[in-house]
């Protein structure tokens, strides 16, 4: 009898382990599927984090370009402006046209009342029209 008590504490004491082990075991599987999950987690937002960067970036590059573009054509603009300016007007007080006649450099002129300036492609249309009433036409 005594040893048949033996042998029943050995074997409750077995199973007991063996419940305490499998306890253990579904504890340790617990807290490692947790940081499995808040490793998951970690990556999951590292991933979103470089993707909002990238995002970011990529806006910024097109804004960028599209700044660039931008005085690329305020450039363009500003030279074709200055290309266009005429010279500045020679030193000295306006020449008069009292006597007119063609105007040799773009300048300053000083003009009397009752004066007329035609436009160079205009001056043909004004010769026929003075040859026509019997007049002197502009052009010498």
């Not at 990556?43 to 700044?67: C, G, I, N, P």
């Not at 010279?87 to 300048?107: N, S, Y």
């Amino acid at each position: 009898m005594d040893k048949y008590l033996r042998d029943l504490e050995k074997t409750g004491k077995k199973k007991s382990m063996a419940k305490e082990d499998r306890l253990v075991r579904q504890r340790e599987a617990a807290i490692m599927n947790q940081r499995q999950r808040e490793i998951a987690e970690q990556l999951r937002l590292q991933r979103e984090a470089a993707q909002r960067r990238a995002r970011e970036e990529a806006v910024q590059d097109r804004s960028e370009a599209r700044q660039t573009k931008l005085r690329a054509t305020n450039n363009s603009f500003m030279d074709a402006i200055n290309r266009s300016r005429s010279p500045p007007p020679p030193p000295g007080p306006a020449p008069p046209m009292e006597k007119g006649g063609l105007i040799k450099q773009t300048g300053v002129y000083m003009l009397h009342k009752g004066e007329v300036v035609v436009p160079a492609n205009r001056v043909k249309t004004v010769d026929m029209a003075l040859k026509k009433d019997k007049k002197v036409p502009l052009k010498k």
